[in-house]
C-alpha cells in the first residue's frame, strides 16, 4: 500500500512539478525576447529616429514645392505663393504658383469643412478648409505631409518622422478640383459654424501657423498630427474645448457625423439630407469648365440653414 500510494503521489506531482518548470523556462524566454526585441526599438529610436530633424532645404515635389506664408497689414493680408494647379489628370496638369493673393480680412464670408473620401474604408479621408471671401476668392488650406522628390506616403512611415508637415494654401479651383474631377474621389462640403468674430480668429491662426512652419517645420505624424487633428488643434486654440477628443477624429471620413452633432457645421435638413447636399463630386465631374469653378460648386449647394419645420 505504501509503496503503491507513494508511487501515485510521486507520478502526480512528479509531473505537476515538470509541467511547471516548462512553463516557468518558456515564460523566462518570452521576457527574454521582449526585452531584447525592446531594447532594440528603443536603440533604434535613440539612435536613428529621436536625432532627426525636420527640414526646410530638400528637394521637394513639385506640388509642394514652395511653403506658403502671409504678411498682415492692418485688414489686408497677402498670401505668398499660392499654388494654381489646373489639373486634367493626376499627372497632366499646368503648374503655377501665384505670387500674391490680397485679401481683406473683414471680407471673409464663410469656411467650409470639406472630406474627400479617398478610400473604399469609409473611414479614410483627407480633411481640410476653405475660406471663401466676399469677392469671390476662395482659398484653400490643406494639412499635409510635404514630400521629397519621388518620395511617396506611407501611413507607417508617418510614424517615425518621415515626412514634413506641410500646409498647403492653394485656390479651391486647384486643392478641391484634383480631388473632385482629377482624382474623381467622392467629397462633401459642409458650411462651417463659427461663434461671432471666430472665423476671423481662425483666419489668424491659419496665417500664424504658415509663418511658423516657414521658419520652424514640424513633423508629420500619422496619428497625432494630421490633416484633421491639426484642424481640431487649430479650432480649439481659437475656441477652448469646442471639439472633445473623439475617436473620429482619427478616421477623418466620420468626422461628418460629429460635426453636425456638435453643431460645428449647417443642418440641412437632418444628418442624412445634409450628407447628400453637401455631396460635391458628381456635380463637379459634370461641369463643362466653363465659368468659374467655386461658383459652380456652391450653386449646388443650400444658401444657409434648412428648417424642416
Same mark, same amino acid.
Request: hydrophobic fraction near 40%; glycine fraction near 6%.
Given at each position: 500500500?505504501?509503496?503503491?500510494?507513494?508511487?501515485?503521489?510521486?507520478?502526480?506531482?512528479?509531473?505537476?512539478?515538470?509541467?511547471?518548470?516548462?512553463?516557468?523556462?518558456?515564460?523566462?524566454?518570452?521576457?527574454?525576447?521582449?526585452?531584447?526585441?525592446?531594447?532594440?526599438? !528603443?536603440?533604434? =529610436?535613440?539612435?536613428?529616429? %529621436?536625432?532627426? &530633424?525636420?527640414? @526646410?532645404?530638400?528637394?521637394? $515635389?513639385? *506640388?509642394?514645392?514652395?511653403?506658403?506664408?502671409?504678411?498682415?497689414?492692418?485688414?489686408?493680408?497677402?498670401?505668398?505663393?499660392?499654388?494654381?494647379?489646373?489639373?486634367?489628370?493626376?499627372?497632366?496638369?499646368?503648374?503655377?504658383?501665384?505670387?500674391?493673393?490680397?485679401?481683406?480680412?473683414?471680407?471673409?464670408?464663410?469656411?467650409?469643412?470639406?472630406?474627400?473620401?479617398?478610400?473604399?474604408?469609409?473611414?479614410?479621408?483627407?480633411?481640410?478648409?476653405?475660406?471663401?471671401?466676399?469677392?469671390?476668392?476662395?482659398?484653400?488650406?490643406?494639412?499635409?505631409?510635404?514630400?521629397?522628390?519621388?518620395?511617396? !506616403?506611407?501611413? =507607417?512611415?508617418?510614424?517615425? %518622422?518621415?515626412? &514634413?508637415?506641410? @500646409?498647403?494654401?492653394?485656390? $479651391?479651383? *486647384?486643392?478641391?478640383?484634383?480631388?473632385?474631377?482629377?482624382?474623381?474621389?467622392?467629397?462633401?462640403?459642409?458650411?462651417?459654424?463659427?461663434?461671432?468674430?471666430?472665423?476671423?480668429?481662425?483666419?489668424?491662426?491659419?496665417?500664424?501657423?504658415?509663418?511658423?512652419?516657414?521658419?520652424?517645420?514640424?513633423?508629420?505624424?500619422?496619428?497625432?498630427?494630421?490633416?484633421?487633428?491639426?484642424?481640431?488643434?487649430?479650432?480649439?486654440?481659437?475656441?477652448?474645448?469646442?471639439?472633445?477628443?473623439?475617436?473620429?477624429?482619427?478616421?477623418?471620413?466620420?468626422?461628418?457625423?460629429?460635426?453636425?452633432?456638435?453643431?460645428?457645421?449647417?443642418?440641412?435638413?437632418?444628418?442624412?439630407?445634409?450628407?447628400?447636399?453637401?455631396?460635391?463630386?458628381?456635380?463637379?465631374?459634370?461641369?463643362?469648365?466653363?465659368?468659374?469653378?467655386?461658383?459652380?460648386?456652391?450653386?449646388?449647394?443650400?444658401?444657409?440653414?434648412?428648417?424642416?419645420?
Amino acid at each position: 500500500m505504501e509503496d503503491w500510494t507513494g508511487g501515485i503521489t510521486t507520478g502526480v506531482f512528479g509531473n505537476n512539478g515538470d509541467h511547471m518548470s516548462a512553463l516557468n523556462i518558456a515564460l523566462n524566454v518570452f521576457l527574454v525576447i521582449v526585452a531584447v526585441v525592446g531594447l532594440r526599438l !528603443f536603440y533604434i =529610436w535613440w539612435t536613428r529616429i %529621436r536625432p532627426l &530633424e525636420p527640414s @526646410l532645404n530638400l528637394i521637394w $515635389e513639385a *506640388d509642394c514645392e514652395h511653403l506658403t506664408t502671409a504678411t498682415v497689414d492692418g485688414n489686408t493680408i497677402t498670401f505668398h505663393n499660392v499654388r494654381d494647379f489646373h489639373w486634367r489628370t493626376t499627372r497632366d496638369r499646368d503648374e503655377r504658383w501665384e505670387k500674391e493673393v490680397v485679401v481683406q480680412i473683414d471680407q471673409l464670408k464663410d469656411i467650409w469643412f470639406v472630406v474627400d473620401h479617398f478610400h473604399p474604408i469609409r473611414g479614410l479621408a483627407h480633411t481640410y478648409l476653405t475660406l471663401e471671401f466676399e469677392d469671390g476668392t476662395c482659398l484653400s488650406f490643406s494639412f499635409e505631409v510635404r514630400r521629397e522628390k519621388d518620395e511617396r !506616403f506611407h501611413p =507607417w512611415d508617418g510614424l517615425w %518622422r518621415a515626412y &514634413e508637415l506641410y @500646409l498647403l494654401v492653394g485656390f $479651391e479651383r *486647384d486643392v478641391t478640383a484634383l480631388r473632385t474631377n482629377a482624382r474623381k474621389h467622392k467629397d462633401y462640403m459642409f458650411r462651417a459654424i463659427t461663434p461671432p468674430g471666430k472665423d476671423k480668429m481662425l483666419l489668424m491662426g491659419l496665417v500664424n501657423k504658415l509663418n511658423q512652419l516657414a521658419e520652424s517645420p514640424e513633423w508629420y505624424h500619422s496619428l497625432l498630427t494630421t490633416c484633421n487633428t491639426s484642424i481640431v488643434k487649430m479650432v480649439n486654440k481659437v475656441t477652448p474645448g469646442r471639439i472633445p477628443f473623439l475617436w473620429r477624429n482619427f478616421l477623418p471620413g466620420h468626422t461628418p457625423r460629429a460635426a453636425f452633432k456638435l453643431k460645428l457645421i449647417e443642418d440641412w435638413g437632418g444628418y442624412e439630407s445634409t450628407l447628400e447636399s453637401a455631396r460635391i463630386d458628381l456635380a463637379a465631374q459634370e461641369w463643362d469648365g466653363e465659368g468659374d469653378y467655386s461658383e459652380m460648386l456652391r450653386s449646388h449647394l443650400p444658401s444657409g440653414p434648412i428648417n424642416e419645420a
